[in-house]
């Protein structure tokens, strides 16, 4: 091969700049979205694991509501392969103001605090703050914090601020939890040495498993392991603590009984002193009988405070043994966030890049295969001159290897470097986690130029092979039309008849050229799917929020108390409060159950109430028909998701556990409803007493502000209240579910422009390819005296047809692509809907007016130039 072949196939790259481009575009957008939407997830995850595995962060954390005692601690020191640390945690205000901060002790191996400025605290009188103040605070200011309700933290002095930290367990900057302090939400944390706290018993344990180290923390075969190990634990804990809740139960009622004898003793002796002082003077008489009524007093006291700690001993709750993983950690929800969306990109990748490369790959294929059939004429001057059917097939593949592997390495460099960047910036935004490393993943990269070698090396091969088994005496000459063929409108002699001229040659021209209509109708199809599925995710994102807030459950606060407290004054508060419209009394459950398919248990509030309805507070709407539900004493209604997970329906059953002490209890569903967020079920309180065999006493309130926004004041207030033990405030929960949706909308959005950049190029392409096929033909038409307009419209009338067709096409496959995608991308306890808002159908489809209105104006133009004696030269 020599120069004269090296400058053919140069002259055929440089005379299609346009072909040439379009291909390289195509494999570039098809690489780029590829390689981008596959790399940002193990980007951010395997920096994650590093930054996870650099501080020893736990896998899982035990708590116990009566504290840690020796015999916990024996038996998490004795898990074969793990390694535990103990210590404590409070939460507390400062001084100064009602924030709310979690205080806790450092720690030395596992989950260490990553510092950022300054250092930790050597002592109890010093302390490191939360990163996030550093703008309140400098290094060295003083700070002091109010007694905790338990009194563990024993220094209430000025601490000495020595350095700001990040938690390696609480990464959200903005959402940090709930705190049983301030308002409820959690608003900042600090370190402090062991040395401040004072207690008998750790208030949680830290656990790492060695066998879990090199596992990616974000894997479904990590979560497993890690369930696994929460339900041992849990296990083990739980046979000790049912002991040491006997033996305490046991030894409370003891000393009772024995200052109850003390006390029936001190009656005896007072009411013998009373008899013997009537034996006694007056004067003496006197003094004794106001002691003896001193001492009855006291003693009726005493006597009085003895039945009610008989009672509350009596009624007394065993302790509870909670074993978080690092999803459901106090705090944990920018972990949570961060691992849900990482997971739902990579989910998203399996599916979105994939169709779009299909889409790309077939008009790659029209486009090559007209590049042969032009250079037919050149492929046969090739042969006649000597060179090998080989040599000739090289050529072409040349030219696609050429433009697909400049497109596809374009495509590669940034998917690997400028995408997976965009998409972490808007995950991590709100996350305190380091910066993401990004790798050079060569198996996809490999396979990026696989799929660019199948799209058009092979399909040039195979179709030029197929060309050169001709003669070069047969390629010198133009390709012979197809034999001419009715139509099948040609049939249909009524509707045929009826047509005009123009109408029956485009209809003729439209299945002549059988390729490109398929082409065209699955190009801007394809395009049009993958702008719909973007578009729409966004649109059920928002939609989602909206409902589930905003209609479905409106309610702004939740308050829960201890039934053994008396609510007069949170009802007083509550009816008082000019910011408070509505509230409602409920007994409400959480419960955390083990569904059969769920690697991790699902926690699921219980609303029991004794009236048909929750409204104004909760909307319970039936899930298929959104019509209105109403309880009865038949059965329960639960939410849609947690009914996906059970894989039932009206008219089943559940089992639920309710009880580590009790047998499983069977429900019958009267009702599926909607629930965007979180797992509900909703009961009467008879049905509840028919099943539990016990009463449901009202613990909770439901309250609807005036106003909804954050109500912190009144919340502080709330919690102020003896026997108030949590509240929930609504905006909050939305904040922490609007962060996933942040993340997802911004990556959908990057889909959303290369769609919509595929779309233009595919165009661009099939109407490129139309105006040269058919060059001759549009020649000869301006030769019998059709005006310009008229010649534009001659052809592109059929393009305009066709990209309808394919619009109308890609509307129904979009929709179908859409609604799996939403499948995908939701987690475990937030369930996206699928309702779409009407511009998503109307901006695809303007999208694809324009295009083809500027296009349009395009082929208008090259048509003004068309050489019209191009009809009168000889094809032979």
């Known amino acids: 091969m020599g120069k004269t072949f090296w400058k053919d196939i140069y002259r055929s790259i440089t005379t299609s700049k346009g072909r040439f481009s379009s291909i390289l575009l195509l494999m570039m957008l098809g690489s780029f979205a590829f390689i981008g939407l596959k790399v940002s997830a193990p980007n951010m995850q395997r920096t994650a694991q590093n930054y996870l595995a650099h501080h020893h962060v736990m896998d899982i954390t035990v708590f116990n509501s009566w504290g840690l005692d020796k015999h916990d601690q024996t038996v998490l020191e004795s898990l074969k392969g793990s390694q535990v640390e103990f210590s404590y945690f409070v939460d507390t205000t400062p001084q100064q103001n009602s924030k709310s901060y ?16 300054g250092r930790l605290p050597l002592n109890k009188s010093e302390i490191a703050l939360s990163f996030q103040e550093r703008k309140k605070y400098a290094i060295g200011d003083k700070i002091n914090f109010k007694q905790d309700k338990n009194k563990l933290f024993s220094n209430t002095g000025p601490l000495t601020i020595v350095g700001f930290v990040n938690s390696t367990e609480i990464w959200s900057k903005t959402n940090l939890g709930s705190s049983q302090t301030g308002d409820g939400d959690l608003d900042s944390y600090g370190v402090l040495d062991k040395t401040a706290f004072h207690s008998p018993v750790y208030t949680m344990a830290r656990v790492t498993f060695k066998d879990l180290r090199l596992i990616n923390p974000f894997s479904i075969s990590y979560k497993e392991k890690v ?31 024995e200052e109850e004898k003390s006390l029936l003793k001190a009656q005896k002796q007072i009411n013998r002193l009373d008899n013997d002082s009537l034996a006694m003077p007056l004067s003496q008489r006197q003094a004794i009988q106001m002691k003896i009524k001193q001492d009855r007093l006291s003693l009726l006291k005493r006597t009085k405070e003895l039945l009610k700690l008989r009672h509350n001993t009596q009624i007394m709750e065993s302790p509870q043994i909670i074993v978080y993983n690092r999803t459901t950690f106090p705090g944990g929800q920018g972990y949570n966030t961060f691992d849900s969306s990482t997971n ?31 250079e037919r004429t050149n492929a046969g001057i090739l042969k006649a001159l000597g060179y090998s059917d080989r040599q000739v097939i090289f050529k072409f593949i040349i030219y696609g290897f050429i433009a697909g592997t400049l497109g596809t390495t374009l495509g590669i460099i940034g998917g690997h470097y400028l995408l997976p960047r965009i998409i972490s910036d808007i995950i991590s935004k709100d996350l305190t986690i380091p910066n993401t490393q990004y790798h050079l993943f060569l198996n996809y990269s490999l396979l990026a130029f696989v799929f660019s070698l199948l799209s058009i090396v092979l399909p040039v091969f195979v179709i030029t092979r197929r060309e050169l088994k001709e003669k070069a005496a047969f390629l010198l000459l133009p390709k012979p039309p197809a034999k001419g063929s009715k139509i099948a409108l ?10 005009s001229f123009t109408q029956k040659v485009t209809a003729r021209n439209i299945f002549r050229y059988k390729q490109r209509m398929i082409m065209t109708i699955f190009g801007v199809a394809g395009s049009v799917a993958l702008l719909f599925s973007g578009l729409g995710i966004q ?68 609303f029991i109430t004794d009236k048909k309805q929750l409204l104004p507070f909760i909307y319970l709407q039936e899930a298929t028909t959104n019509k209105s539900l109403h309880l009865n004493n038949k059965g329960i209604i639960i939410s849609k998701k947690l009914a996906q997970f059970y894989h039932v329906n009206t008219g089943d059953f559940i089992h639920l556990s309710h009880s580590q ?106 109407t490129n390819i139309n105006l040269a096929e058919r060059k001759r033909e549009l020649s000869t038409i301006k030769v019998l005296g059709f005006y310009n307009e008229e010649v534009t419209l001659y052809i592109y009338r059929e393009t305009i047809i066709l ?18 995608m939403m499948l995908l991308i939701g987690s475990d306890q937030i369930l996206f809907g699928e309702k779409v808002s009407p511009t998503t159908f109307i901006i695809p489809i303007s999208v694809v007016v324009i295009i083809l209105i500027s296009l349009g104006f395009i082929v208008n133009h090259q048509l003004k130039k068309l050489n019209m004696l191009d009809a009168l030269k000889s094809v032979d």
């Open 661 to 766: 002490t009790l047998p499983s209890r069977k429900l019958k569903i009267t009702g599926v409803v909607n629930a965007n967020v979180g797992h509900y079920i909703f009961m009467t309180k008879q049905y509840y007493r028919t099943i539990f065999k016990k009463e449901a006493k009202d613990n909770a309130f439901l309250v609807k502000l005036t106003k909804h926004k954050i109500a912190n004041n009144l919340a502080e207030k709330l919690l102020e209240i003896n026997g108030v033990e949590s509240l929930t405030q609504n905006a909050l929960q939305l904040a922490s579910v609007e962060a996933v949706v942040r993340s997802l909308d911004g990556s959908m959005t990057i889909l959303v422009v290369v769609s919509l950049l595929l779309a233009i190029v595919i165009l661009y392409n099939l």
């Open 227 to 257: 369930a696994k190990y929460q339900e041992k634990v849990s296990r083990k804990l739980n046979i000790h603590n049912k002991i040491r809740y006997t033996k305490t139960k046991k030894e409370s009622l003891r000393k009772i009984d």
């Open 803 to 820: 990209s309808t067709i394919g619009v109308i096409l890609g509307t129904i496959s979009g929709t179908y692509l859409h609604r799996q």
């Open 344 to 374: 739902s990109t990579s989910k998203i990748s399996n599916l979105f890049p994939i169709i779009l490369y299909l889409v790309a790959a077939l008009v790659t294929l029209t486009t090559m295969t007209r590049f042969v059939e032009e």
């Open 102 to 117: 979690r205080l806790y002790s450092n720690t030395k191996t596992i989950s260490t605090f990553d510092l950022v400025k």
């Open 539 to 606: 649109s059920s994102l928002k939609q989602t929020v909206n409902e589930h807030f905003g209609r479905i459950m409106p309610y702004d606060i939740l308050l829960t108390y201890n039934t053994n407290a008396s609510p007069p004054k949170i009802l007083e508060l509550l009816s008082k409060d000019s910011k408070i419209d509505k509230y409602q009394p409920i007994h409400l459950e959480n419960l955390d159950e083990s569904i059969p398919g769920q690697i991790n248990k699902q926690s699921i509030s219980l």
């Open 490 to 499: 040609e049939y249909i002699n009524w509707i045929w008849k009826k047509l």
